[in-house]
C-alpha cells in the first residue's frame, strides 16, 4: 500500500523559508520520481517542480531560484526547500508520485505566506 505523507507546513511572513516533507512508503522510493503540486484556493492544483532517481530536476519557472527540492533515499523522503516566500506561495502543497500505472497523491500541507 503506497502512502505518501506531508509535513512541515505553516504560517510565515513573506521572504520567510519552509521546509516541506514528504515520507513515501510502499513503493521503491530509490527509483521513484516524486513531484510537488500545489493549489492555491479557487485555483486548479500546479505542478510545483520534480525529482528523478538521478537527483535531476526541474521547477516551474514561478518558483525557479527560489525553491529546491531534494531527496533522502535512506529516509524514504523528499524535501521541498522554499525560501524568498511570497503571498502567492500559499496554498496547499501534495507529494505525487506515480506507481504501476497509478497516481499516488498525499493529503496535503497548508502552507500560507501572510504578514
Known amino acids: 500500500q503506497v502512502q505518501l505523507v506531508e509535513s512541515g507546513g505553516g504560517l510565515v511572513q513573506p521572504g520567510g523559508s519552509l521546509r516541506l516533507s514528504c515520507a513515501a512508503s510502499?513503493?521503491?522510493?530509490?527509483?521513484?520520481?516524486m513531484r510537488w503540486y500545489r493549489q492555491a484556493p479557487g485555483k486548479q492544483r500546479e505542478w510545483v517542480t520534480f525529482?528523478?532517481?538521478?537527483?535531476?530536476?526541474n521547477f516551474a519557472d514561478s518558483v525557479k531560484g527560489r525553491f529546491t527540492i531534494s531527496r533522502d533515499n535512506a529516509k524514504n523522503t523528499v524535501y521541498l526547500q522554499m525560501n524568498s516566500l511570497k503571498p502567492e506561495d500559499t496554498a496547499v502543497y501534495y507529494c505525487?508520485?506515480?506507481?504501476?500505472?497509478?497516481?499516488?497523491w498525499g493529503k496535503g500541507t497548508q502552507v500560507t505566506v501572510s504578514s
Open positions: 510502499g513503493i521503491i522510493f530509490s527509483s521513484a520520481v
Open positions: 505525487n508520485t506515480f506507481s504501476g500505472g497509478i497516481d499516488y
Open positions: 525529482i528523478g532517481s538521478r537527483g535531476n530536476t
